[in-house]
């Protein structure tokens, strides 16, 4: 054998070799979700529209939420609710605290405060929600940091008398009442999936920034993402998948060690949160491999680029889709979380009032009018939203 096709051959054994030792197990093991929940991948584009019925015409699952212990009769009189999110301190849930104020205001007879930890950390979650059971409220709203360990605390919520009801990540279905979903899983998966597709085609390859491996909705979302990847795009190449905890630095630092871990192998990378997708964005941006060149040695060639898609407030997002970066992203996938906090409230209030009981099949919910029930025990805001240069600058938050 030629010596230098055997020095090759052997270098390329010790290269494999070491990247299988430096690549995170877990990320490997993680890729179909933290649960074992079926997975339900939508049709692919060529069959849009082929055999998916609405949340209305699919059946319907038993109510399988918790019920509250002697909760006091409350309907008409005003109610106290403390909202426990994952962490304060970030754009998007300032987005749902702003629509929980704003359903307060309009329904006159709701107060309700904003109380969470700075950083996404589940125990110091629990300690918040633990206090306001012991300081007595009618209503608590979460969005659960994990659905497994936030559950026993909403559990001893729901034996003290006091409602729950949980938006944007939930636990297990009996320790609350409620869930108000902003969007389907398999929907929002369908909708990263299908745009990622259009900017790296049907073989591209592409890792994600997610926050922790455990965290419920996004641990659905990557395990819809992987069915519906699998069904309808079986080219495409699933790199890695990354922890970032929701914090920004160390989003852009993971985003920046795929990026020089990958080289020219890596095509895209997904955001899940409203945190990594502007900080890969940036990396992407500060790496000058934005497909566009819309800042003078701020973007590589079409060759080389990156795409971003990602969930993340259009706010965020507006330097890399219509501000100075440009065209450096083409998509952002969310829904409203001003609407989602408003339907929280909404949601609980009627709990108190008797007007949304298990076994009801949709709720109204102010000016968002009537919203369906879908899961036995969850409300469906709506489908994902496609912000573009051509719509997200309508938007302010």
């Known amino acids: 054998m030629n010596r230098k096709l055997l020095v090759g051959l052997l270098l390329g054994v010790v290269l494999v070799l070491g990247f299988a030792l430096v690549m995170p197990t877990a990320a490997q093991d993680r890729w179909d979700g933290a649960d074992d929940l079926p997975v339900n991948p939508l049709e692919c584009p060529a069959a849009e529209g082929a055999g998916e019925a609405s949340p209305a015409e699919m059946s319907m699952p038993e109510y399988d939420g918790g019920?509250?212990?002697?909760?006091?009769?409350?309907?008409g009189q005003p109610i106290v609710l403390v909202d426990v999110?994952?962490?304060?301190?970030?754009?998007?849930?300032?987005?749902?605290?702003?629509?929980?104020?704003?359903?307060?205001?309009e329904l006159g007879n709701v107060t309700v405060t904003t109380d969470a930890p700075t950083e996404a950390n589940i125990d110091d979650q629990i300690a918040v929600i633990d206090n306001y059971i012991?300081?007595?409220?009618?209503?608590?709203?979460?969005?659960?940091?994990?659905?497994?360990?936030?559950?026993?605390?909403?559990?001893?919520?729901?034996?003290?008398?006091?409602?729950?009801?949980?938006?944007?990540?939930n636990s297990e279905p009996a320790a609350r009442e409620w869930f108000v979903n902003q969007a389907e899983f398999n929907g929002i998966a369908k909708a990263m999936i299908d745009s990622m597709v259009a900017e790296i085609g049907a073989d591209g390859s592409f890792a994600?920034?997610?926050?922790?491996?455990?965290?419920p909705n996004q641990a659905r979302w990557i395990a819809e993402m992987q069915a519906y990847q699998g069904k309808c795009y079986p080219e495409l190449t699933w790199l890695e998948t990354v922890e970032a905890q929701e914090d920004n630095v160390l989003s852009f630092n993971q985003a920046t060690t795929l990026i020089n871990k990958y080289g020219p192998d890596l095509d895209g990378i997904f955001g899940m949160t409203s945190v990594a997708t502007?900080?890969?964005?940036?990396?992407?941006?500060?790496?000058?491999?934005?497909?566009?060149?819309?800042?003078?040695g701020a973007a590589g060639s079409a060759e080389d680029a990156v795409a971003v898609v990602?969930?993340?407030?259009?706010?965020?997002?507006?330097?890399?889709?219509?501000?100075?970066?440009a065209g450096c992203v083409k998509s952002v996938v969310l829904w409203n979380p001003i609407d989602l906090g408003y339907a929280a409230v909404y949601v609980l209030r009627a709990v108190v009032d008797?007007?949304?009981?298990?076994?009801?099949?949709?709720?109204?919910?102010?000016?968002?009018?009537e919203l369906q029930v879908v899961n036995g025990s969850e409300v469906l805001l709506g489908p994902p939203f496609i912000y573009t240069a051509e719509n997200i600058d309508g938007f302010d938050f």
């Open 67 to 75: 019920q509250p212990t002697d909760a006091p009769d409350l309907a």
């Open 85 to 105: 999110p994952k962490l304060v301190g970030i754009g998007y849930f300032a987005a749902t605290t702003l629509g929980q104020q704003q359903a307060a205001e």
């Open 134 to 169: 012991t300081q007595g409220v009618n209503g608590i709203l979460f969005a659960a940091n994990d659905p497994v360990a936030i559950a026993p605390v909403l559990t001893r919520a729901l034996e003290s008398g006091i409602h729950v009801v949980g938006y944007d990540a």
């Open 208 to 215: 994600i920034v997610t926050s922790t491996f455990t965290t």
């Open 278 to 296: 502007p900080a890969a964005a940036d990396a992407v941006a500060q790496a000058g491999l934005c497909a566009v060149d819309a800042v003078a």
């Open 310 to 325: 990602g969930l993340a407030t259009p706010n965020a997002m507006k330097p890399y889709v219509t501000g100075d970066f």
């Open 354 to 369: 008797g007007e949304f009981a298990p076994g009801d099949t949709s709720v109204m919910a102010g000016r968002l009018g």
